[in-house]
């Protein structure tokens, strides 16, 4: 085989390289601008939520400045929100939330001697329970967990560490 001949088989082999080459990175381009299309749809769609809240909350207030009534722009839900803290010769778990919360029962672990309240109770924005606990050397877990069903009827759980004793 002769130099020339060699040349143009290297220089063919170098286009069909080229070639797929080009085509493997026009598919990687091509897949990249539909997952940025995508993603600039949805940010569209997040925009136009906003906007619309925006104008709904704007006729809420030209409503109720035109009826000379107080607007409401925004009424929060409902949550129930729990603080635990050490309290005398025990703790006290307390709702700082705005909803109440229905069938609240407060579970230690076995390992973990107290007394919680023996009756599911409703605790209200502000209310708290009592219990006690007393962590010793054979507890292994000093996790409370606070059950209990939000204004929306869904049970819910609440795990916390047992904060050091007052």
Request: hydrophobic content about 45%; charged content about 20%; glycine content about 6%.
């Amino acid at each position: 085989m002769d130099a020339p001949f060699l040349g143009v088989y290297v220089a063919a082999a170098g286009i069909v390289v080229s070639a797929v080459l080009s085509i493997v990175e026009s598919r990687r381009q091509s897949r990249s601008a539909a997952a940025s299309a995508l993603r600039a749809e949805a940010a569209g769609r997040v925009s136009d939520y906003n906007a619309q809240r925006i104008i709904s909350a704007l006729e809420r207030l030209a409503d109720s400045a035109a009826g000379s009534r107080p607007a409401v722009l925004f009424e929060p839900v409902p949550r129930v929100v729990w603080q635990l803290a050490p309290r005398d010769a025990g703790y006290e778990l307390t709702n700082t939330g705005t909803g109440t919360a229905a069938d609240v029962r407060i579970r230690l672990p076995a390992s973990l001697p107290g007394r919680t309240p023996a009756e599911a109770r409703p605790v209200a924005p502000g209310e708290s329970l009592a219990f006690t606990a007393a962590p010793d050397r054979l507890t292994t877990d000093a996790t409370v967990t606070v059950a209990w069903r939000d204004p929306d009827g869904t049970d819910r759980e609440w795990f916390y560490p047992l904060p050091p004793a007052a």
